[in-house]
Each structure stands twice: as structure tokens, then as C-alpha cells.
């Protein structure tokens, strides 16, 4: 089992920028690729960002060059920067723990957390 925490979510103004958090307890964090994703209300969960075991990290394109994924082992935890905020990044973000392999697809993650609220205004 693996237990998974976000923090950092809030209200920023359009162009602001936030920084999330997701903590990791119980199993070995490393051995796990992680990935962040989001859901707007009255939309689906949608893929944000993940990042491999060794660091290796991709983007949808609608935050690619704004929002930049990282982990650290020995913290246990990934985080999500997010610059140049826009109203359309308005959601609930969620970090979540894959032991198969790195994927968009978020029925392949195994652990998930309670998500944090990000809204932006106009």
C-alpha cells in the first residue's frame, strides 16, 4: 500500500503560479512512476504530467512549457510547478502511483490521493 497526499492547491489570479505537492508514504516510493492529473467539474479526469523512475517526464501538450513535474526520492514526494496559470487549469489535481510503467491512462495507476483544489481567476 502506498499512501499519497497533495498539498499546495489554492486561489491564484490568472498568470500566477503554484506549486504542488504530493507525499508519499509506506512502500518504497522509488520504485514507482507518478503522475498528476486533474478533473474540472463536469468533466472527465484528464492527464496532466508523469515522470518515470529515472526521471523521465512528459506533458499534455495543454500545460507543456508551463507546468514541469519532479520527484524526490529522498522526500518521498512529487511535485507539480505550475506557471502562467489560465482560468481552463481550474480543477481538483490529483498525484497518482503506477507499478506497471508510465502512462497517460489513469486506470493503470494503482494509488491515489485525495486531490487538492486549484482555482484560477480571470
Known amino acids: 500500500q502506498v499512501q499519497l497526499v497533495e498539498s499546495g492547491g489554492g486561489l491564484v489570479q490568472a498568470g500566477g503560479s503554484l506549486r504542488l505537492s504530493c507525499a508519499a508514504s509506506?512502500?518504497?516510493?522509488?520504485?514507482?512512476?507518478m503522475g498528476w492529473f486533474r478533473q474540472a467539474p463536469g468533466k472527465e479526469r484528464e492527464f496532466v504530467a508523469r515522470i518515470s523512475r529515472s526521471g523521465v517526464t512528459y506533458y499534455a501538450d495543454s500545460v507543456k512549457g508551463r507546468f514541469t513535474i519532479a520527484r524526490d526520492n529522498a522526500k518521498n514526494t512529487v511535485y507539480l510547478q505550475m506557471n502562467s496559470l489560465k482560468f481552463e487549469d481550474t480543477a481538483v489535481y490529483s498525484c497518482?502511483?503506477?507499478?506497471?510503467?508510465?502512462?497517460?491512462?489513469?486506470?493503470?495507476?494503482?494509488?491515489w490521493g485525495q486531490g487538492t483544489q486549484v482555482t484560477v481567476s480571470s
Open positions: 509506506g512502500r518504497t516510493f522509488s520504485r514507482f512512476r
Open positions: 497518482a502511483a503506477s507499478e506497471v510503467g508510465s502512462t497517460t491512462n489513469p486506470t493503470a495507476y494503482d494509488y
